[in-house]
Structure formats: structure tokens, C-alpha cells
């Protein structure tokens, strides 16, 4: 059960449960588009986006393709989780990647 993604939970990397993917097809053939979701047991849901490109984010919702929710990680208010993406050279960046290898959906380490 469950559809395969590179999504795990941005707060203890658990992998998560209930996985679901919602194609919103693109303009064109070559255009990936998705909603990836899935629930962890201990932190909840979560879901990015991919469109063509790994997700610059990942953010916390209330249920697979719902609204936004707050977090409190270590007494810090978090409305998303940022990955590893955004640090990864423009030329990777530009150059033909996977949007869905694993490696770029790891979240940031948060500064302390
Ligand atoms: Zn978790």
C-alpha cells in the first residue's frame, strides 16, 4: 500500500506511511508535476511539491493535500522544512537532474 517517494519525514527522517502522489500533469509532455503526502506516525503529515525539480521545501499539512500547519520543533515555529536543494550548485541545478532522487529531498540541518 502506499505510492513510492523519496518524501520521509523532515523531523526524524522516518519513513513515512500512508504515501500518496497527486499528479497534476504539466503543460507539457516533458513537464513533471506532483504533489507528493505522506503521514509520519510520531510528527503527522507532510507534502512538497516537485515540479520538474527535487522541492525547495517541505511543509508540514493537516492531512495528504491539506492546508498548512504550524509546528513547534525545539520551541521553534516552523512552517516548512527547507532541503538540501537549495545548496546544491547552479550547475547541478540547471543541468538535467531526477526530480525524485532521495538525495535532494534531505532536509537542511537547521543552523543552531
Ligand atoms: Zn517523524
Redesign the pocket.
Known sequence: MGSHTPLR?P??D?ELTHTAIRDIGGVTADLIWQVHAGE?P??GWFQAEVISRPPREIFPVTRPFGAARRMVVDGEELFSFSTVWNDVPALIKFSKVDPLDPQYWRVRRQAR
Open positions: 519525514c523531523i526524524c522516518g509520519c510520531v510528527h
